[in-house]
């Protein structure tokens, strides 16, 4: 979809009930791309794990024979040809059967069900943090351009920018649990356990977003309608909410919705360091393991997330500016 | 100017407002299931143990990786145990035995033990311990220890174990044996099983927090001495730094898979750590048969004294490693003590690689990131000083398994790896690494194997040790690997608890105190 507005959004909505009958036919468009993707995806994770290496050899004890590890092998269904696999894993799928863990012994929806709270939690978390963080700083940087607000704040988006997730949680811990004793150094057991990850899982987003929030308001400030609008005596506020707000959160939004996506990707490293029990942690033992339908199921939901976050996102583009749905479905 | 300010100070009171949203949305934290349990039975303290990953089953009939043993050898009683002193097989479950043949052994099962549901404990509920792991429908982890066993019978308090050959490490296989209540396996399943087991040991099963935390309590039932500790969080914290965090800023009094690098930062934070030497071997193998200039044992032979060992024992492993003379650790059974220790002499070793031909020529060794990076580069420049040169290819476990276990032989020349057979036995260790055609061979000696294979069927304590005493002969002769050193397992603790662990990393907690 190409972003294509010049000038201001006018403030009344354009278009009505009328503008609807496109739009849920793009919808239609959009779910059916979004089943070929999650196909391709499957299929292309499927074929990858099954050549990067043998789980039944990670499972036999160190004394098995070849033997015993064919046997290993085939229990788990790994003995015949990879395309009857895929089939069969395809005609389980359909029936909502995503495979049993091999090593953990329980379904791999039920691992996964059992993760997701947590990693969803940090998530929104961590989200939360970056849209009040990135979005407060890069108006005040972008108001006080050249100023006190944009001296303080620059280093420490530039800073959040620059540190690693290992790093800046380790540090946290070293700060927070070991030196003061404020804060709980890993696991879930207290409700303050979820600020230290959400801070360090927030530190690099909310930097981006407040980059991309600073560039976006400081473009809109030089427009006429905020001149024309300070003229006619506008209050502060009113030229927020009523102008500017509508105008830069389309870039803004669009840099939250690719942030989102990263939140999840990166909640892998953040929940390693403070033994959050989220999906993350689930990841990186089953691609250790070679646990070939808990990896499969992962890879499955991730790609989920990211076509759903997309989809939300375009959906709300055309709330904020109608031209945006209306050109989208007249170009294609 | 002013106009500016004043957009400031809106923009900051947006940001508080919006801050005040997201605190709503942070301070809950749903999904969080039960934990924090065990405040059941009496008073005592509980003890908060950070283990490196989580459980991969909490069924004793499936995983046996450390961590799964760390959590469920406290649910469940073994049939028999080790002596932690002497390393002997010592009775638990089992009161005594007796080896009525050759492949014939009785058991007499202790009376009054009862599961925590309340059941007692039968030689019927051990026999079926047995034949759980030999099932090939139950794809348990553990079958290959248990393999020489051809079947397992109880009736009344006598167990009767029958094996295929007469098998001199199958007492040492029944220690780790866990016994589980066969009715309450039958009714509940094997998967409802796995998520809430019940056993007979001194701890019983509170909760779970699947991937994040077992919560365990003192079982008033126990047979045995009541434990000093009440109740036990076992936490999965697989980052080392955040484990060694956790123990300083107090919020676990019990650590494990410490490193020899976090001792320091340890004991400066007035904490302790804990170590024992264990049956784990660090060694190197050598591709024997399409391993290039490996080939040659000349080549082999040079570049056991092309390592500095002492350096990696002191200087890398700061001292939490001993010394070996082969592919064993002196505790286990066979361990050839009239063979002297590697020596380390480059000079020599640089004239054997050139009588040999094979200066200058290229060496591939394969290790993963299981194994420390830094051993495998020390010896990466230990070897290229004596003149040969060596690549590291480093791939993950699944892919280096793949690699080196493959029959075609061809990954390389040396690989680097660890080995421990839980079961304190020379057969458990030069048998999958050096007889001919198994999985990690890359090496064939007929008469090596024949003298291995001999001594997996023989009984008699003195002749085998004499047998595995010419069998590491010859690898001392064609050295298809080198025993670099013996590893200390490591544990990070406060100085509120008293435990000395042991050998066999028996994680028992009812061995252990915790002041408050």
């Known amino acids: 979809m190409t972003v294509s507005t010049a000038g201001p959004v006018p403030w009344r909505r354009s278009g009505g009930a009328r503008a609807w009958l496109p739009i849920t036919r793009y919808l239609g468009a959009r779910a059916g791309q979004a089943v070929i993707a999650l196909l391709g995806v499957t299929t292309a994770v499927f074929f990858a794990l099954r050549l990067s290496g043998d789980p039944a050899q990670l499972l036999a004890p160190q004394n098995a024979t070849q033997q015993q590890i064919d046997q290993i092998r085939q229990q788990l269904g790994l003995s015949v040809p990879v395309w009857r696999q895929y089939l069969n894993y395809l005609g389980d799928l359909l029936h909502g059967n995503l495979g049993y863990s091999y090593v953990q012994h329980e379904p791999a929806l039920t691992l996964l069900t059992q993760r997701l709270p947590y990693t969803v939690n940090l998530t929104l978390a961590a989200l939360a943090l970056t849209i009040v963080l990135g979005v407060g700083a890069g108006m005040i940087m972008a108001l006080t351009r050249g100023g006190w607000g944009e001296r303080l704040l620059m280093p420490l988006v530039l800073a959040g920018q620059a540190m690693p997730a290992f790093w800046t949680g380790i540090l946290l811990i070293l700060v927070f649990s070991v030196t003061f004793h404020v804060l709980p150094s890993s696991g879930d057991n207290t409700a303050t356990s979820l600020i230290m990850p959400a801070v360090t899982l927030a530190s690099l987003s909310a930097a981006t977003v407040a980059r991309v929030t600073r560039g976006a308001v400081l473009e809109q400030l030089s427009r006429d309608y905020i001149r024309t609008a300070r003229s006619k005596g506008a209050g502060t506020w009113r030229l927020i909410w009523r102008h500017l707000l509508r105008n830069v959160s389309v870039p803004v939004l669009t840099v939250l919705a690719l942030e989102t996506a990263n939140l999840l990707g990166g909640s892998v490293v953040t929940e390693m360091i403070f033994a959050w029990p989220g999906v993350g942690q689930l990841t990186i033992q089953s691609v250790n393991d070679r646990d070939f339908p808990v990896v499969q199921a992962i890879v499955i939901l991730a790609a989920t997330i990211y076509i759903v976050i997309n989809l939300i996102t375009d959906i709300i583009y055309g709330f904020i500016d109608p031209r945006i749905a209306v050109t989208s479905t007249e170009a294609g | 100017m002013r106009a500016h300010l004043r957009f400031c100070v809106a923009a900051l009171a947006t940001t508080a407002l919006a801050g005040g949203l997201a605190a709503c949305s942070t301070s809950g934290t749903p999904g969080s299931s039960a934990s924090g349990g065990g405040s059941g039975s009496a008073a005592g303290p509980t003890l908060t143990v950070d283990l490196s990953s989580y459980p991969a089953s909490l069924d004793p009939g499936l995983q046996y990786d450390t961590e799964s043993y760390s959590v469920y050898r406290n649910i469940f009683d073994q049939l028999l145990h080790r002596d932690p002193a002497t390393e002997q097989v010592v009775p638990w479950l089992a009161t005594s035995w007796k080896q009525q043949n050759a492949t014939t052994w009785t058991f007499t099962i202790r009376k009054g033990v009862k599961f925590s549901d309340g059941e007692p404990l039968t030689a019927a509920d051990a026999a079926f311990s047995i034949e759980r792991i030999l099932d090939p429908k139950f794809a348990s982890q553990q079958q290959a220890n248990f393999s020489a066993i051809a079947s397992a019978a109880g009736s009344g308090n006598t167990l009767t174990i029958t094996t295929k050959f007469p098998s001199p490490t199958l007492l040492s296989y029944l220690t780790t044996l866990s016994v589980v209540p066969e009715a309450y396996v039958k009714k509940v399943g094997n998967a409802a099983f796995n998520l809430h087991p019940v056993g007979s040991g001194p701890y019983e099963f509170v909760s779970s927090t699947p991937g994040s935390e077992v919560t365990v309590k003192r079982n008033p039932q126990y047979w045995g001495p009541k434990p000093q500790i009440a109740s036990v969080d076992c936490r999965a914290v697989t980052d080392i730094a955040t484990r060694a965090a956790d123990l300083q800023s107090g919020q676990a009094q019990l650590a494990d898979s410490m490193t020899p690098d976090n001792v320091a930062q340890l004991k400066s934070a007035s904490l302790q750590a804990l170590s024992t030497p264990t049956e784990r071997v660090s060694y190197l193998a050598f591709n024997t048969i399409h ?74 060794m394969a290790t993963s990131p299981t194994y420390s990076a830094t051993i495998v580069q020390a010896i990466q420049a230990d070897i290229q000083a004596v003149g040969l040169n060596v690549k590291i290819q480093s791939t993950d476990q699944a892919t280096y398994l793949q690699k080196v276990q493959s029959p075609s032989h061809n990954w390389g020349s040396i690989r680097f790896g660890q080995w421990s057979c839980s079961c304190l036995d020379a057969d458990g260790v030069a048998y999958p690494l050096f007889h001919t055609g198994t999985i990690w061979s890359s090496y064939s000696n007929p008469a090596f194997d024949q003298l291995v294979e001999k001594a997996r069927e023989t009984l008699a304590p003195a002749t085998r040790d004499s047998l595995y005493a010419q069998a590491y002969g010859i690898l001392a002769k064609d050295v298809p690997g080198i025993g670099l050193f013996q590893i200390d397992a490591i544990y990070g603790a406060s100085t509120k608890l008293q435990w000395k662990p042991d050998a066999q990393q028996d994680f028992f907690v009812a061995d252990m105190k915790l002041s408050s």
């Not at chain 2, 044992?297 to 004294?305: C, L, M, N, T």
């Open chain 2, 291 to 364: 391993g290039g200039p490996t080939d040659n044992a000349k080549v082999r032979q040079a570049i056991s004294e092309a390592i500095n060992y002492s350096a990696l024992d002191d200087d890398l492993e700061k001292g939490y490693a001993s010394p070996v003379n082969s592919v064993l650790t002196p505790l286990n059974i066979g361990y050839p003590k009239s063979l002297p220790n590697y020596k380390y002499d480059p000079a020599q070793a640089k004239q054997m690689i050139k009588q040999a031909g094979a200066a200058g020529q290229t060496v591939i």
